[in-house]
């Protein structure tokens, strides 16, 4: 569980075959997880986020991803 944070939940820099799941997001102050750099195989799921201030999740520009089963809140 992560709680109150002033930028990011959860972030990542770059890597292959990740995964973040069944995480719990609350009042992240921009995005709730955050994952960017280069890498493949990423997988995001389970996850729940609420009352994020920018994006609920944001992955850029890594290849084979896939997003899954998350819950996003206001």
Same mark, same amino acid.
């Given at each position: 569980? $992560? *709680? ?9 820099? #770059?890597?292959?075959?990740? %995964?973040?799941s069944?995480?719990?997001? %609350?009042?992240?102050?921009?995005? !709730?997880?955050?994952?960017? #750099? *280069? !890498? ?11 009352? $994020?201030?920018?994006? #609920?999740?944001?992955?850029?520009p ?6 899954? !089963?998350? *819950?996003?809140?206001?």
């Amino acid at each position: 569980q $992560v *709680t109150q944070t002033l930028n990011r939940g959860i972030s990542a820099d #770059g890597g292959s075959n990740l %995964t973040v799941s069944n995480n719990e997001v %609350t009042n992240a102050g921009m995005n !709730g997880i955050y994952i960017s #750099g *280069t !890498g493949s195989g990423l997988l995001i799921e389970g996850n729940t986020l609420r009352d $994020v201030n920018c994006t #609920g999740i944001t992955v850029q520009p890594l290849q084979n991803v896939t997003i899954r !089963g998350n *819950t996003l809140q206001r």
